[in-house]
């Protein structure tokens, strides 16, 4: 038996890699559903998003990488359905038209067969689904990842560049723990995230028609709040979705004239909405070019637009001298060189390594501060993060438009500590 020489394995990491990138390419954009705990019905919410898009008349693939418990053939109705090669890569499972689907199930003899791997092989396994599978042009690939911030996880962030997250969370203070961790996982490997859906969010009776919350409401609504990042909505408990989802028929796929239909179609078109946004933004200043008449600025913005966010840790509307007492942030979004927006959020109570964190998970690229401690800027530097500091005091869109511009003038690094 003949066995690989490292050369050969580093060449076959060099042409996997590559057909990656291949696949990656052909994808406009890559949602990757999580959550900190089982049982907050995640895989429930990947597959009806993914039917939800195909059904707009988007192209979708979805790709199960929960490998010790796939649950999206199940939810689809096609267990047993085996996968077949093309060529020389396996071909995913044509669902309907709009929709292809890849799960470790459809590659097992036995349906009921236990996947006892280790870390390696799962991301392996997951690198596979990327390289060896032929997906083609997709406007979407939804992932339904596995609970936790494990293997599966971290190989996706790792692999799936441009990755978007779309955390899903039930009310109860168990599971908003868990979430706090999904936030901070993501900040870690910088994957930005879409938001944060609350499922089983209240149950409305069937007999009274009034709404009883069994596991409380609003949890995840406040941690979306308390983190500054997108709610995207709420999904009441029905009876409907967990017979759908036993009978193998996406809940969306029917029941239009259910609350937690309206409540999921909702939460779909906020998901699709960065998408037009950024469509939207690009067809301004590409009209705006126009008009001005000149070729340099018509050729720029045939570029995805060059989008950054800013934070300035400010005390009364103006900069903080000292970073870790700041009363709030004010975010600054630039986009090609120009500010278009500006937010003051609220940070997370301070402890060592959450405001970096937190920022992160907010897409933040660098924080112009008064004064920072060595430590904390180092954390900063670890998430990608850049730290300005010795900032004079001054309103944040200043300060802002004084960096991009090279003409912020800074001082001694202000620090107490």
């Given at each position: 038996?003949?066995?690989?020489?490292?050369?050969?394995?580093?060449?076959?990491?060099?042409?996997?890699?590559?057909?990656?990138?291949?696949?990656l390419?052909?994808?406009?954009?890559?949602?990757?559903?999580m959550?900190?705990?089982?049982?907050?019905?995640?895989?429930?919410?990947?597959?009806?998003?993914?039917v939800?898009?195909?059904?707009?008349?988007?192209?979708v693939?979805?790709?199960?990488?929960d490998?010790?418990?796939?649950s999206?053939?199940?939810?689809?109705?096609?267990?047993?359905?085996?996968?077949?090669?093309?060529?020389?890569r396996?071909?995913?499972?044509?669902y309907?038209?709009?929709?292809?689907v890849?799960?470790?199930?459809?590659?097992?003899?036995?349906k009921?067969?236990?996947?006892?791997?280790?870390?390696?092989?799962?991301?392996?396994?997951?690198?596979?689904?990327?390289?060896?599978?032929?997906?083609?042009?997709?406007d979407?690939l939804?992932?339904?990842?596995?609970?936790g911030t494990?293997?599966?996880?971290?190989?996706?962030?790792?692999?799936?560049t441009?990755?978007?997250?779309?955390?899903?969370?039930?009310?109860?203070?168990l599971?908003?723990?868990?979430?706090?961790?999904?936030?901070?996982?993501?900040?870690?490997?910088s994957?930005?995230?879409?938001?944060?859906?609350?499922?089983?969010?209240?149950?409305?009776?069937?007999?009274?028609?009034?709404?009883v919350?069994?596991?409380?409401?609003?949890?995840?609504?406040?941690?979306?709040?308390?983190?500054?990042i997108?709610?995207?909505?709420?999904i009441?408990?029905?009876?409907?979705?967990?017979?759908?989802?036993?009978?193998?028929?996406?809940?969306?796929?029917?029941?239009?004239?259910?609350?937690?239909f309206?409540?999921?179609?909702?939460?779909?078109?906020?998901?699709?909405?960065?998408?037009?946004?950024?469509?939207?933004?690009?067809?301004?200043?590409?009209k705006?070019?126009?008009?001005?008449?000149?070729e340099?600025?018509?050729n720029s913005?045939?570029?995805?637009?060059?989008s950054?966010?800013?934070?300035?840790?400010?005390a009364?509307?103006?900069?903080?001298?000292?970073?870790g007492?700041?009363?709030?942030?004010?975010?600054?979004?630039?986009?090609?060189?120009?500010?278009?927006?500006?937010?003051?959020?609220t940070?997370?109570?301070?402890?060592p390594?959450?405001?970096?964190?937190?920022?992160?998970?907010?897409?933040?690229?660098?924080?112009?501060?008064?004064?920072?401690?060595?430590?904390?800027?180092?954390?900063f530097?670890?998430?990608?993060?850049?730290?300005?500091?010795?900032?004079?005091?001054?309103?944040?869109?200043?300060?802002v438009t004084?960096y991009?511009?090279?003409?912020?003038?800074?001082?001694?690094?202000?620090c107490?500590?």
């Amino acid at each position: 038996m003949h066995a690989c020489t490292e050369m050969e394995k580093e060449q076959y990491r060099i042409e996997q890699d590559r057909q990656i990138e291949g696949s990656l390419s052909q994808i406009k954009r890559k949602l990757v559903v999580m959550s900190g705990k089982g049982g907050v019905g995640k895989s429930t919410v990947a597959v009806n998003l993914a039917v939800a898009l195909a059904g707009k008349g988007k192209t979708v693939g979805l790709m199960d990488v929960d490998l010790h418990g796939p649950s999206v053939p199940t939810l689809l109705g096609i267990q047993g359905k085996r996968l077949v090669s093309g060529f020389d890569r396996i071909l995913p499972f044509n669902y309907t038209d709009n929709l292809k689907v890849l799960s470790i199930a459809n590659l097992m003899d036995e349906k009921d067969e236990a996947v006892i791997w280790r870390g390696p092989m799962k991301a392996g396994a997951i690198k596979q689904f990327l390289s060896d599978v032929e997906w083609g042009d997709l406007d979407y690939l939804v992932i339904d990842s596995p609970p936790g911030t494990g293997d599966e996880p971290l190989t996706v962030a790792q692999t799936v560049t441009g990755g978007e997250a779309v955390i899903v969370t039930t009310p109860q203070e168990l599971s908003l723990a868990d979430v706090r961790r999904c936030i901070r996982f993501c900040g870690k490997v910088s994957m930005p995230i879409v938001g944060i859906i609350e499922n089983m969010s209240g149950f409305i009776c069937p007999h009274c028609n009034n709404e009883v919350t069994i596991f409380k409401k609003g949890g995840g609504e406040k941690a979306a709040q308390t983190f500054g990042i997108p709610f995207l909505g709420s999904i009441p408990i029905d009876p409907s979705i967990v017979l759908s989802s036993d009978e193998g028929k996406p809940f969306l796929a029917g029941n239009e004239k259910l609350v937690s239909f309206g409540s999921f179609q909702s939460i779909v078109e906020k998901i699709a909405a960065r998408e037009i946004e950024r469509k939207n933004t690009g067809s301004l200043l590409r009209k705006n070019a126009e008009e001005e008449g000149s070729e340099d600025n018509l050729n720029s913005v045939t570029k995805e637009v060059n989008s950054m966010k800013y934070a300035v840790p400010v005390a009364n509307g103006v900069l903080c001298a000292h970073f870790g007492h700041c009363e709030q942030f004010a975010v600054v979004t630039v986009e090609n060189n120009k500010i278009v927006s500006k937010e003051f959020m609220t940070p997370p109570p301070h402890e060592p390594g959450v405001l970096p964190e937190w920022l992160a998970s907010i897409g933040v690229s660098t924080v112009i501060a008064g004064g920072m401690g060595s430590r904390a800027q180092e954390l900063f530097r670890a998430r990608n993060i850049e730290v300005v500091t010795g900032a004079p005091e001054g309103a944040p869109e200043e300060l802002v438009t004084g960096y991009i511009s090279g003409a912020l003038k800074t001082g001694q690094n202000v620090c107490d500590h």
